[in-house]
């Protein structure tokens, strides 16, 4: 089984664009970079997706992950390697699909809500833990589940999550976020998603000490 490692970011903050255009994708993209993001994910119910990821590999730094968001397929996991991306997100636990991933040397982060489908992720060598709808479970929910998780894996918060709940997440040792509607909506112009990345990141780096 391989597992790629989550890299060191300076903040784990996951910009999901769900529902951005291609035309849109780079003015958008150089805002969250601009800003402080090192991670940004295009679900692939988004229009042309791949293009999308492809422009924004282009742009970001080399340490940077970028990739797709609602990965479902091997076929998919292919297609993201083949445009350079660097990160899968998927919504469940699909071993094969983390696998083709791992094998490409993508990093993944599987979507979990139990303890049965967390260890499942990570027999099958996922890097970090999506837990979704985070809003649903809370920082205390996940942190019960986190006590039988073995020591190491990234812990990530996603749906329902903003800037204001970093510091309850924070008491229960979770750092890394993938924040969506918060973040942007469709539609939304580059200059909003940089107003809100610029908070989102005074907040982040206010509650763990950047």
């Known amino acids: 089984m391989k597992r790629n490692k989550w890299p060191n970011l300076t903040r784990s903050l996951v910009a999901i664009l769900r529902g951005v255009k291609p035309d849109e994708i780079e003015a958008i993209a150089t805002a969250l970079l601009e800003e402080g993001f090192e991670a940004i994910e295009v679900p692939l119910n988004s229009p042309d997706p791949f293009t999308s990821i492809e422009k924004t590999v282009r742009l970001a ?22 445009v350079g991306g660097n990160l899968m997100i998927s919504p469940n636990v699909e071993p094969e699909v983390i696998k083709a991933a ?9 979507g979990v809500f139990t303890p049965t489908e967390a260890l499942a992720a990570v027999r099958a060598g996922a890097s970090g833990l999506k837990f979704f709808p985070a809003s649903v479970l809370g920082a205390n929910g996940i942190k019960a589940i986190m ?18 709940d970093f510091a309850e997440y924070k008491v229960a040792g979770i750092s890394a976020f993938g924040l969506g509607s918060s973040l942007y909506k469709p539609g939304a112009s580059a200059d909003e998603v940089r107003a809100k990345a610029k908070a989102v990141i005074k907040a982040y780096d206010a509650v763990f000490g950047h």
């Open 61 to 82: 730094p080399k340490h940077c992950l970028v990739g797709a968001g609602t990965v479902l397929s091997v076929e998919d996991v292919i297609r993201l390697a083949d």
């Open 102 to 110: 791992a094998a490409n040397n993508i990093i993944t982060m599987p």
């Open 147 to 164: 006590a039988v998780l073995p020591p190491g894996i990234v812990i990530g918060a996603v749906g329902g999550v903003s800037e204001k």
